[in-house]
């Protein structure tokens, strides 16, 4: 049996008419869009022992458009690529361009990242960052305590 929200309609794939005030439409805080209504890439951060995983949605893109930075514990990734066509056909010529940016910033654990060591990759539309931590901030294994 699986827990399903509704909202006084009976037909759980047909939002009902209660629902369509409930959402939060012009919240662009929880979209994936911006003021200026471009898409912002999803970001997925993990957290392990050795390190932290952070990976950015950003098909189509090539790894010269990311900036990666860090000042102190801000990591700032931004992206900025324009792009720009012209065709000409007998009487009329045709010019398309465009723009598209992007800038997420995250502020780090102080005193737990191994900032010399982070790395980066980009591979499939996906933007891997790796930040390791310190060797002193690393959780260690559970110790047993012997009872006197």
């Not at 514990?73 to 010019?95: V, W």
Request: aromatic share 10%; hydrophobic share 35%.
């Amino acid at each position: 049996m699986s827990l399903m929200k509704r909202n006084g309609s009976m037909l759980p794939a047909f939002p009902g008419f209660d629902d369509l005030f409930t959402r939060e439409l012009f919240n662009w805080g929880n979209t994936n869009f911006s003021s200026t209504s471009t898409t912002i890439p999803s970001v997925n951060i993990k957290e392990n022992n050795e390190s932290f995983e952070v990976e950015v949605a950003a098909p189509g893109m090539e790894k010269q458009d990311f900036n990666i930075t860090l000042d102190g514990t801000l990591l700032t990734i931004s992206s900025a690529r324009q792009n720009s066509t012209e065709g000409k056909q007998d009487n009329y010529t045709r010019r398309e361009f465009s723009y598209q940016a992007f800038q997420r910033s995250f502020e780090l654990p102080k005193q737990v990242v191994d900032e010399d060591n982070i790395n980066a990759h980009y591979d499939n539309g996906l933007l891997h960052i790796t930040i390791p931590k310190r060797e002193e901030a690393k959780r260690k294994a559970p110790r047993m305590i012997e009872i006197a």
